[in-house]
């Protein structure tokens, strides 16, 4: 599956922005979808996932509360959208498709659960 990312751009602290992630071909809803980052000068990071069928999703404790994962099939589309943003949320945001068992990964999903990638989208918070 191709995955192509978007939304990406200059937001104030405590912004709200919304990520877009479009994959093509007909069998989106058979994946796993993820979001993760590469914060300036650092390891890239797990943000969110969702599971393939929408019906549970993992964030990590940076940003729950903050950011939810909607996915809308009909569009082959996963959403990030981020709330109450702030500078540590700036980075490059990957979007990602993956087929592991849900159930066999952990609730921060390894970048190895994920076969497929999305090009990034940068976001950038300014305080």
């Known amino acids: 599956v191709q995955l192509q990312a978007s939304g990406g751009g200059l937001v104030r602290a405590r912004g709200s922005l919304r990520l877009s992630c479009t994959a093509s071909?007909?069998?989106?809803?058979?994946?796993?979808m993820g979001w993760f980052r590469r914060q300036p000068g650092k390891e890239r990071e797990f943000v969110a996932a969702?599971?393939?069928?929408?019906?549970?999703?993992y964030y990590a404790d940076s940003v729950k509360g903050r950011f939810t994962i909607p996915r809308e099939d009909a569009k082959n589309t996963v959403y990030l959208q981020m709330n109450v943003l702030t500078p540590e949320d700036t980075a490059v945001y990957y979007c990602?498709?993956?087929?592991?068992?849900?159930?066999?990964?952990?609730?921060?999903?390894?970048?190895?659960?994920?076969?497929?990638w999305g090009q990034g989208t940068l976001v950038t918070v300014s305080s």
């Open positions: 990602a498709a993956g087929k592991t068992p849900w159930g066999t990964m952990a609730r921060t999903p390894d970048s190895d659960d994920f076969g497929s």
């Open positions: 071909g007909r069998i989106f809803g058979s994946f796993n």
């Open positions: 969702i599971s393939w069928s929408g019906s549970s999703k």
